[in-house]
C-alpha cells in the first residue's frame, strides 16, 4: 500500500509533471508515458505506472495515472483548464483498491464561489480556496511550467485531506540520467519539507523531453526507498 501511495499525490509528486512547454502559449499536447517503479523495504518489488494526458470534448484537459502492484491498484485523474500560464484545477478523482478494500475521494472546485467540494469516502464538506489553489495532481502540471520560465524555487497551496497545504520545492543541480529511452541531461528538483524532515524526495526533469519528470526516487522515514524511471513516451 506504501507503494501505490508513492506512486501518486504528493510524494505523489511522485510522477510529477509531464508537461509540454507548448502551454506558455495555452495550448498543451496529449502524451503517454510509461514508468518503471521499484520499492525497496527489505525485498525488492517492481512494477509499471503509466500518465497520459488527453483533452475533453469541451475543451478541457485530462490528466490520468494508473499504477497497480500485485493486489492492489490505484487511478488517479484531474481535469483543469491553463490560462494565462496557469493551470486551474476543476474536479480530481481518486480510487484506490488493495485486498478487496476500497477507498475514494473527490475534490470539486467552483471558482466563483471560491470553494472546493471534497467528498472522501461518501462523505462531503465544503472549503474556502483562493484563486491559485491546486489539487494533488494539477500543481503537478504547474511546476514543470515554472521551471521552464526559469523558476528555482517553487511554493503551492494544495487542496489535500480537507486542508489548504503548502508544497513547496527547490532546484538543486542538474545531472546525466539514463533512461531506457537514453540518457537525457536534466533538472533535479528536490521537495522542501524543511528541517528535521527525515523524508527525501527528488525528481529530475528532463528540458530535452519539455520538462518531463524521466526518474523520481523517495526515501521514506523508515527508511524503505522508491523509484521511477522513464520507460517510453508517446505523443
Given at each position: 500500500m506504501l507503494k501505490l501511495r508513492l506512486l501518486t499525490s504528493g510524494c505523489t509528486l511522485v510522477f510529477a509533471s509531464l508537461i509540454s512547454p507548448?502551454?506558455?502559449?495555452?495550448?498543451?499536447?496529449?502524451?503517454?508515458?510509461?514508468?518503471?517503479?521499484?520499492?525497496?523495504?527489505?525485498?525488492?518489488?517492481?512494477?509499471?505506472?503509466?500518465?497520459?494526458?488527453?483533452?475533453?470534448?469541451?475543451?478541457?484537459?485530462?490528466?490520468?495515472?494508473?499504477?497497480?502492484?500485485?493486489?492492489?491498484?490505484?487511478?488517479?485523474?484531474?481535469?483543469?483548464?491553463?490560462?494565462d500560464h496557469q493551470i486551474q484545477p476543476l474536479e480530481y478523482d481518486y480510487q484506490r483498491r488493495v485486498l478487496g478494500k476500497r477507498r475514494a475521494a473527490h475534490l470539486s472546485f467552483d471558482w466563483d464561489s471560491g470553494k472546493v467540494t471534497t467528498d472522501i469516502d461518501n462523505k462531503p464538506w465544503k472549503m474556502n480556496i483562493q484563486p491559485g489553489v491546486h489539487d494533488k495532481l494539477s500543481y503537478q502540471m504547474q511546476l514543470?511550467?515554472?521551471?521552464?520560465?526559469?523558476?528555482?524555487?517553487?511554493?503551492?497551496?494544495?487542496?489535500?485531506?480537507?486542508?489548504?497545504?503548502?508544497?513547496?520545492?527547490?532546484?538543486?543541480?542538474?545531472?546525466?540520467?539514463?533512461?531506457?529511452?537514453?540518457?537525457?541531461?536534466?533538472?533535479?528538483?528536490?521537495?522542501?519539507?524543511?528541517?528535521?524532515?527525515?523524508?527525501?524526495?527528488y525528481l529530475w526533469l528532463a528540458p530535452a523531453l519539455d520538462y518531463m519528470v524521466v526518474r523520481l526516487h523517495q526515501i521514506e522515514s523508515d527508511g524503505k526507498e522508491y523509484s521511477l524511471l522513464l520507460k517510453s513516451l508517446s505523443q
Open positions: 507548448s502551454l506558455l502559449a495555452a495550448s498543451l499536447t496529449p502524451f503517454k508515458a510509461t514508468y518503471t517503479h521499484e520499492l525497496n523495504a527489505g525485498i525488492s518489488v517492481s512494477g509499471e505506472a503509466v500518465r497520459e494526458l488527453s483533452q475533453t470534448e469541451n475543451g478541457d484537459w485530462l490528466l490520468a495515472i494508473e499504477a497497480s502492484a500485485m493486489v492492489a491498484s490505484i487511478k488517479e485523474t484531474t481535469r483543469f483548464t491553463a490560462k514543470p511550467l515554472d521551471l521552464a520560465q526559469g523558476a528555482k524555487q517553487m511554493r503551492y497551496e494544495v487542496a489535500d485531506g480537507g486542508q489548504i497545504q503548502t508544497y513547496q520545492f527547490k532546484v538543486v543541480g542538474e545531472e546525466q540520467i539514463q533512461t531506457p529511452m537514453g540518457d537525457f541531461t536534466a533538472i533535479k528538483v528536490a521537495r522542501d519539507r524543511g528541517e528535521g524532515s527525515e523524508r527525501e524526495t
